[in-house]
Protein backbone atom coordinates (compact mmCIF):
# COMPACT_ATOMS: atom_id res chain seq x y z
CA UNK A 1 0.00 0.00 0.00
CA UNK A 2 0.84 3.64 -0.87
CA UNK A 3 0.00 6.81 1.19
CA UNK A 4 0.35 9.88 -0.54
CA UNK A 5 -0.26 13.31 1.09
CA UNK A 6 -0.33 16.41 -1.06
CA UNK A 7 0.42 19.89 -0.05
CA UNK A 8 1.57 23.38 -1.07
CA UNK A 9 -2.06 24.64 -2.41
CA UNK A 10 -3.45 27.93 -1.67
CA UNK A 11 -5.16 31.36 -2.86
CA UNK A 12 -2.49 33.17 -5.58
CA UNK A 13 -3.21 36.02 -7.83
CA UNK A 14 -3.36 35.14 -11.99
CA UNK A 15 0.30 35.58 -12.76
CA UNK A 16 1.52 34.16 -9.69
CA UNK A 17 3.70 30.77 -8.56
CA UNK A 18 2.73 27.32 -6.03
CA UNK A 19 4.56 24.40 -5.33
CA UNK A 20 2.49 21.57 -4.86
CA UNK A 21 4.48 18.50 -3.08
CA UNK A 22 2.94 14.66 -2.58
CA UNK A 23 4.69 12.92 -0.08
CA UNK A 24 4.54 9.11 -0.33
CA UNK A 25 4.28 6.70 2.35
CA UNK A 26 3.91 2.75 3.02
CA UNK A 27 6.74 1.50 0.75
CA UNK A 28 9.44 3.45 -1.80
CA UNK A 29 8.15 5.21 -5.32
CA UNK A 30 11.07 4.65 -6.66
CA UNK A 31 9.29 2.38 -9.33
CA UNK A 32 6.12 4.01 -9.45
CA UNK A 33 4.95 6.22 -12.64
CA UNK A 34 3.59 9.19 -10.49
CA UNK A 35 1.27 12.00 -11.63
CA UNK A 36 -0.68 15.11 -10.63
CA UNK A 37 -4.26 15.69 -11.45
CA UNK A 38 -6.76 18.00 -11.21
CA UNK A 39 -10.78 18.51 -10.83
CA UNK A 40 -12.39 21.84 -11.22
CA UNK A 41 -15.63 22.15 -10.00
CA UNK A 42 -18.59 20.81 -11.96
CA UNK A 43 -15.79 19.36 -14.00
CA UNK A 44 -13.97 15.90 -14.85
CA UNK A 45 -11.02 14.95 -13.39
CA UNK A 46 -8.23 15.73 -15.53
CA UNK A 47 -4.42 15.22 -16.19
CA UNK A 48 -2.23 17.55 -15.26
CA UNK A 49 1.73 15.79 -15.37
CA UNK A 50 2.68 12.71 -15.10
CA UNK A 51 6.31 11.49 -14.05
CA UNK A 52 7.62 8.06 -15.03
CA UNK A 53 10.25 7.27 -12.05
CA UNK A 54 12.11 4.49 -13.66
CA UNK A 55 13.27 6.70 -17.19
CA UNK A 56 12.33 9.92 -15.82
CA UNK A 57 10.29 10.44 -18.80
CA UNK A 58 7.58 13.22 -18.19
CA UNK A 59 4.15 14.25 -19.66
CA UNK A 60 2.38 17.52 -19.38
CA UNK A 61 -1.31 18.25 -20.35
CA UNK A 62 -0.47 21.13 -23.54
CA UNK A 63 -2.60 23.96 -21.30
CA UNK A 64 0.45 23.98 -19.06
CA UNK A 65 3.39 23.19 -21.21
CA UNK A 66 5.96 25.88 -20.37
CA UNK A 67 4.13 26.78 -17.26
CA UNK A 68 4.14 23.97 -14.62
CA UNK A 69 7.32 21.23 -14.15
CA UNK A 70 7.05 17.74 -12.37
CA UNK A 71 9.71 16.70 -10.72
CA UNK A 72 10.82 14.19 -7.74
CA UNK A 73 13.22 13.52 -4.84
CA UNK A 74 13.72 10.04 -4.46
CA UNK A 75 15.41 9.85 -1.34
CA UNK A 76 12.84 11.72 0.27
CA UNK A 77 10.00 9.68 -1.66
CA UNK A 78 8.42 12.89 -2.62
CA UNK A 79 6.63 14.53 -6.18
CA UNK A 80 6.83 17.94 -6.75
CA UNK A 81 4.55 19.91 -9.21
CA UNK A 82 6.16 23.88 -9.86
CA UNK A 83 3.31 26.28 -11.43
CA UNK A 84 4.04 29.17 -12.90
CA UNK A 85 2.39 31.96 -14.43
CA UNK A 86 -0.96 30.68 -13.39
CA UNK A 87 -4.53 31.78 -14.70
CA UNK A 88 -7.85 31.47 -13.04
CA UNK A 89 -8.73 28.71 -15.39
CA UNK A 90 -6.14 26.46 -13.43
CA UNK A 91 -8.35 26.67 -10.25
CA UNK A 92 -8.88 23.30 -9.27
CA UNK A 93 -8.53 20.76 -6.26
CA UNK A 94 -4.75 18.92 -7.24
CA UNK A 95 -4.43 15.60 -6.63
CA UNK A 96 -1.19 12.95 -6.67
CA UNK A 97 -1.40 10.02 -7.92
CA UNK A 98 0.66 6.72 -8.20
CA UNK A 99 0.78 3.43 -10.12
CA UNK A 100 3.44 1.09 -11.51
CA UNK A 101 0.94 -1.52 -13.47
CA UNK A 102 1.92 -1.82 -17.62
CA UNK A 103 -1.78 0.65 -17.65
CA UNK A 104 -0.77 3.24 -15.99
CA UNK A 105 2.78 3.04 -17.72
CA UNK A 106 1.60 3.10 -21.14
CA UNK A 107 -0.77 5.57 -20.51
CA UNK A 108 0.15 7.96 -17.66
CA UNK A 109 -2.51 10.31 -18.92
CA UNK A 110 -5.81 8.02 -17.42
CA UNK A 111 -6.78 8.77 -14.23
CA UNK A 112 -8.19 5.46 -14.13
CA UNK A 113 -5.26 3.38 -14.09
CA UNK A 114 -4.18 4.80 -11.03
CA UNK A 115 -4.57 2.69 -7.61
CA UNK A 116 -3.29 5.23 -5.44
CA UNK A 117 -4.69 9.07 -4.51
CA UNK A 118 -4.12 11.32 -2.17
CA UNK A 119 -6.15 13.43 -0.70
CA UNK A 120 -5.89 16.74 -3.00
CA UNK A 121 -5.19 20.49 -1.91
CA UNK A 122 -7.21 23.20 -3.05
CA UNK A 123 -5.64 25.63 -5.68
CA UNK A 124 -7.44 29.01 -6.46
CA UNK A 125 -6.16 31.38 -8.79
CA UNK A 126 -8.15 35.07 -8.78
CA UNK A 127 -7.88 36.99 -11.62
Known amino acids: QVQLVESGGGLVQAGGSLRLACAASGRTVNDYCMGWFRQAPGKEREFVAAINYGTGRTYYTDSVKGRFTISRDNPKNSLFLQMNSLKPEDTAVYYC????????????????????WGQGTQVTVSS
Open 97 to 116: AAGRSRAVVAAPQKHLEYPY
